[in-house]
């Protein structure tokens, strides 16, 4: 195996980024380059992603958020965390995600948070890189 690169993508990922994401979604494929450039121009946000030479295998969004709290330190959120469906429990899941628990505390964030479906089956491997259920409760409402 190619020792993996870790970088954040660029617009020149982003179909191979879109294409991965078909991975990670239910439904439709993504197919919104548009979508996809606005997530990377968000100030606070980076998506970070493994490659294997040219292939991106796995990547993991960051969101830093700016806080009162904490003397205004800041939070951050992890989303849209997708490792290609052939390639998991290789470690690109844990390096993608490794990358951006050190973005987060290089940012002085004093907690990052991520939300996984149920039905995914991911808990333990969230559980393994250091996150755990104890401390908060999870609560979501969604607009149909």
Excluded at 79 to 87: A, G, Y
Aim: hydrophobic content about 45%; aromatic content about 8%; glycine content about 8%.
């Amino acid at each position: 195996m190619i020792r993996p690169a870790i970088r954040l993508l660029t617009r020149a990922d982003t179909a191979a980024a879109l294409e991965l994401y078909t991975d990670l979604t239910l439904g439709p494929p993504a197919c919104d380059r548009t979508a996809f450039h606005r997530v990377l121009e968000h100030p606070g946000t980076t998506v970070t992603g493994a490659f294997e030479g040219d292939f991106l295998v796995s990547m993991v969004t960051l969101h830093l958020l700016p806080n009162v709290t904490w003397d205004a330190r800041p939070y951050a959120l992890i989303e849209n965390v997708v490792t290609r469906k052939d390639r998991r429990g290789e470690g690109f899941g844990r390096l993608t995600i490794g990358a951006a628990l050190e973005r987060a505390w290089a940012a002085d964030a004093y907690k990052v948070m991520l939300l996984t479906g149920q039905r995914r089956g991911a808990k333990g491997f969230y559980e393994a890189v250091g996150f755990s259920s104890e401390d908060k409760h999870a609560m979501v409402i969604r607009r149909p």
